[in-house]
């Protein structure tokens, strides 16, 4: 019996008589009762009260050696001061300072995108540039190209499209034309640098493969460039692919002009690949000194134009031309595009040329 209670001896004596014995290594000798009793009285389970007096004594003495002195209680302070410090600081670090890591672009759902610089690029239209983490563009496992993002404006929950000219590792910038009465174009326009704005994507605009024509045209209005941008990048960047592409840039004026440096470094440095033809609604008082030497013309595009520079309809599987701008000037080119997915058909200059719907593609 250890303080009232019957001592488990049976066990004791049961397990160590089944267990097996060697003849070169003998069983230990089971613990003695005397000495499982005085281990039990020990022990810090025991309760004191229970215990006989002599154990309750020297219960007593222990607990007077466990008290804590003056230093080690300033020890105990000091962890605890240390702790709080620490955990108190880290909070408002990640609360107030703290830059959260750069959010990868999904397709699926909206994410967050730091604004980070803004570069005017004319009276109404500037580049975005935002902080992300992202794959090698044109890479097999990452941004395909063209593709384009949803922008959501959260503060009225309007969201719209909008092609990066540029996806980098770290970045990637938005040419946004700003609306006066639009509601995305003036949100982001509006947009302090450093805020964050709600996007998802890339969404494929178009499912390209390298080479799978010989010739491409491309008529572009305005902000229209975007998507094409992308692409002509893309071909000329890719060694394997021999595609030979021909842009027709529309714009108001010259000083509506978007990319202009960053199309003729293209074009020079691969000329027999990448021709472009700039035209402008209206000169718009004087045309641009850099224009002089470059191939352009005044008024609306029109089929001679067409003519003289794109691949003509008799190419057949060899040639395709795309189209992206103002609803305007697709309609005028190659018939209304009713919505997102739907092309509609095709109509305006190009069938009028006699280009077939296949060899056409309305962004
Ligand atoms: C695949 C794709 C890629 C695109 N890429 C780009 C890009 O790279 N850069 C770019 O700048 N744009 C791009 N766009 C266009 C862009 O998505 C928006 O359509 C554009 O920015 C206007 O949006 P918003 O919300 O500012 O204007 P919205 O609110 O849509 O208004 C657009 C225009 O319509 C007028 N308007 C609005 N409501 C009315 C009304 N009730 N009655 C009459 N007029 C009205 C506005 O005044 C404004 O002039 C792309 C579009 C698509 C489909």
């Known amino acids: 019996m250890l303080g009232g209670r019957p001592l488990r001896s049976a066990c004791v004596r049961s397990f160590a008589s089944q267990a ?7 069983w230990p000798n089971p613990t003695p009762l005397a000495q499982l009793r005085s281990t039990a009285a020990r022990s810090p389970f025991c ?6 007096l002599a154990h309750r004594k020297l219960h007593a003495e222990t607990l007077k050696t466990e008290k804590l002195s003056p230093n080690q209680h300033r020890l105990i302070f000091l962890v605890i001061l240390t702790g709080t410090l620490v955990i108190g600081g880290d909070l408002i670090y990640f609360t107030f300072y703290h830059e959260p890591v750069a959010a990868t672009l999904t397709p699926e759902d909206f994410r967050r995108f730091k604004l980070a610089e803004v570069f005017p690029v004319t009276h109404d239209t500037s580049l975005f540039r935002f902080t992300a983490n992202l794959p090698q563009a044109d890479s097999p496992a990452g941004i395909p190209v063209p593709s384009h993002v949803v922008v959501k404006d959260h503060t009225c929950q309007v969201a719209r499209a909008y092609t990066p000219v540029t996806y980098a590792r770290s970045h990637f910038d938005l040419l946004v034309k700003k609306y006066e009465n639009g509601s995305v174009s003036r949100f982001l326009h509006d947009t302090p640098v450093g805020d964050f704005v709600e996007m998802r994507g890339p969404i494929v605009t178009l499912p390209y493969e390298a080479n799978s024509v010989a010739d491409i045209g491309m008529i572009a209005g305005g902000t229209g460039i ?8 893309r071909i000329l960047r890719d060694p394997s692919d021999k595609t030979r592409v021909t842009l027709i840039f529309a714009n108001r004026t010259p000083a509506d002009l978007l990319l202009f440096n960053e199309l003729e470094i293209l074009a020079a440095a691969k000329p027999e690949r990448l021709r472009v033809i700039y035209t ?23 089929k001679t134009i067409i003519t003289k520079h794109l691949p003509p309809p008799e190419l057949g599987r060899e040639a395709a031309v795309l189209v992206c701008g103002p609803d305007g000037l697709v309609k005028h080119v190659a018939g209304a595009k009713p919505n997102e997915g739907d092309q509609g058909p095709l109509g ?3 069938k009028e040329l006699g280009y077939e719907a296949r060899q056409v593609f309305k962004f």
Do not use: E, N
Not at 20 to 26: C, G, K, L, N, T
Not at 280 to 302: H, N, T, V
């Open 226 to 233: 975007t998507p094409m941008y992308q692409l002509i990048k």
């Open 280 to 302: 402008f609604d209206s000169a718009g008082g004087a045309i641009m000194s850099d224009m002089q030497s470059k191939p352009y013309s005044i008024g609306l595009i029109d």
């Open 47 to 52: 309760s004191p009260r229970r215990a006989p």
């Open 20 to 26: 097996p014995r060697s003849p070169h290594r003998p």
């Open 348 to 350: 305006g200059l190009l």
